[in-house]
């Protein structure tokens, strides 16, 4: 007999990715669910564009390059880092301004209480961005009814270790703003309390999936010797 936290994993992504059925979240998750994202070098800001005219600050990760300079709240009006600019909703939304090389700096024009700022960071190493299913799912719901609303996950493989499930799944789904359609995997482990996950650790292979949905990458500059 196949595990029981296994079967709440498979149901929980049958009935919430597959088959949308968004009002049962609660029903696998608790609001408490913490997302844990691994390291990984940028500002560790999570921002919204959900209402389709602005990019608002949603959360500020703990200790991150953007803490004590960035609010939750502010709308990013301009992002330049001395290569590229990104200005307006639809460059800010599409743009990975956030990412870069450690060291390098970013300067952000935002909207604060209705006054105009500029922002310097250096951005460096986000040791981790933890979040609350309480706190991202308007976001989340935003990326599977608005961006991927076709989203289906496949589970490849899938196993249990005590309160932990960890699965392997290929993603399929076609991104409604630029019309092109990807397939891409994902690994993640969860940890289960009382029928409910409760954690989950995960990787995903962004970069192949933005590159099938027309995102390109550019050659760095090659550094002086």
């Known amino acids: 007999m196949e595990n029981k936290n296994i079967l709440i994993v498979r149901e929980c ?3 919430i990715t597959n ?10 998750y608790s609001p408490s669910c913490v997302f844990h994202t691994p390291p990984y070098v940028g500002l560790g800001i ?7 005219q602005q990019v608002a600050i949603k959360m ?29 909703f639809e460059s800010l939304r599409a743009g990975m301004w956030g990412l870069g090389v450690s060291g390098t700096t970013l300067k952000l024009i935002l909207l604060r209480d209705g006054e105009t700022i500029e922002v310097t960071i250096v951005r460096g190493r986000v040791e981790g961005f933890d979040s609350t299913m309480a ?15 076709d989203l289906h996950t496949e589970i490849n493989y899938i196993l249990a270790d005590g309160d932990r499930v960890a699965y392997f799944a290929t993603n399929t789904g076609t991104n409604a703003i630029y019309h ?13 309390e009382n029928g ?17 949905f027309g995102y ?7 550094a002086q010797p």
């Open 19 to 28: 088959l949308k059925h968004f009002d049962r979240v609660y029903d696998y």
């Open 60 to 88: 500020v990760a703990a200790n991150a390059p953007a803490t004590g300079k960035v609010q939750v709240g502010d709308i990013v009006l301009r992002a330049s880092d001395g290569s590229r600019v990104w200005e307006g």
């Open 180 to 192: 092109q359609s990807a397939v891409w995997t994902e690994c993640n482990i969860l940890r289960l």
């Open 196 to 212: 409910k996950i409760v954690e989950w650790w995960g990787v995903e292979d962004l970069f192949s999936m933005r590159q099938q």
């Open 46 to 52: 999570m921002h919204d564009e959900s209402s389709g």
């Open 135 to 149: 706190e991202s799912l308007d976001v989340w719901l935003f990326y599977m009814t608005h961006e991927v609303p």
């Open 216 to 222: 390109q990458m550019v050659e760095p500059a090659k």
């Open 13 to 15: 992504i049958e009935q």
